[in-house]
């Protein structure tokens, strides 16, 4: 018996992984006739360190958030999916991702694109897709190779 997902996350940050993962996680969806839920997570904690907080700061990010959901949620009708729930939520992204959104939605799948953060940050703060296979309820998919298959390239060597 194959495995039916009926309710997929991807998890977008504006990288280019999370662009491969989200077109991956659409063709997902179609096959498995699925609701998609496309999910942007705003880090609050980057908001804390800043002395001159200022709520229009949250604002700016979130109708940026926003858009940027609007023209994915475009695109996954588009291409057949008739399912589709575009989300901004808001604290951390690990624990956002991996725990609180797929146990709200009863996600059984969670798409994510290999990397995001760089060498340092991984170092320091952990990656979000380490944390999130380890500690999801579900399946985790992780995005490493662009729709033709070939590995996904870095910004430095990307053309």
Known sequence: MLQ???????????SYE???AFHKAIEVAKR???T???LHVI?????????SFDSS???QVTETAKKT???YEKTAQEQGISQVISKIEYGAPKTTIARNYPQDHHIDLIMIGATGLNAVERLLIGSVTEFVTRNAPCDVLVVRTDMDGQPLKTPKNRR
């Open 43 to 51: 880090d609050t904690r980057a908001f804390q360190d800043v002395s």
């Open 36 to 38: 998609l839920h496309v």
């Open 57 to 59: 700061m949250v604002e």
């Open 4 to 14: 039916q997902y009926n309710n997929i996350l991807v998890a977008i940050d504006g």
């Open 69 to 71: 959901l609007a023209e």
């Open 18 to 20: 999370a662009e491969m």
């Open 32 to 34: 498995n006739q699925a």
